[in-house]
């Protein structure tokens, strides 16, 4: 095993989930303080357009791949809520390390809820 493979496989590799509203720096904000290999986006169904253009834009500014998932309604915000992060973790679990939660941006009550996970 050469050096460069030791330090690649000690390197943990982490995907970040963070709620996004019409406000989008409180997501790129959190990249900066934890960053990470992958971004999801998590917002309300009536949200999706502006998560996709910001899943556009914030790879061009971070150099990440970035995942939207834009399946939420306010009438079921826990159950969906639950539903998309435990998606997201399973679908990501062999591949990444960590999960973070940055709730900065997006719905007070979405944020709420992804917290209390």
């Not at 030791?6 to 709620?19: E, G, H, L, S």
């Not at 999706?48 to 899943?55: F, G, L, N, V």
């Not at 997201?88 to 997006?106: A, H, P, Q, T």
């Amino acid at each position: 095993m050469t050096k460069n493979q030791i330090k690649y496989d000690n390197f943990r590799k982490t995907v970040q989930i963070a709620t996004i509203g019409e406000d989008s720096d409180g997501v790129l904000a959190g990249l900066r303080n934890a960053p990470a290999n992958k971004l999801v986006l998590i917002c309300y169904e009536g949200d999706k357009d502006i998560a996709k253009r910001a899943s556009t834009k914030i790879p061009e500014k971070a150099k990440i791949d970035v995942a939207v998932y834009d399946t939420i309604r306010p009438e079921h915000l826990y159950e969906g809520i639950m539903q998309v992060f435990s998606s997201i973790v399973e679908k990501n679990r062999d591949e990444y390390d960590d999960f973070l939660l940055n709730v900065s941006s997006g719905d007070r009550m979405k944020a709420t809820r992804l917290g209390s996970i």
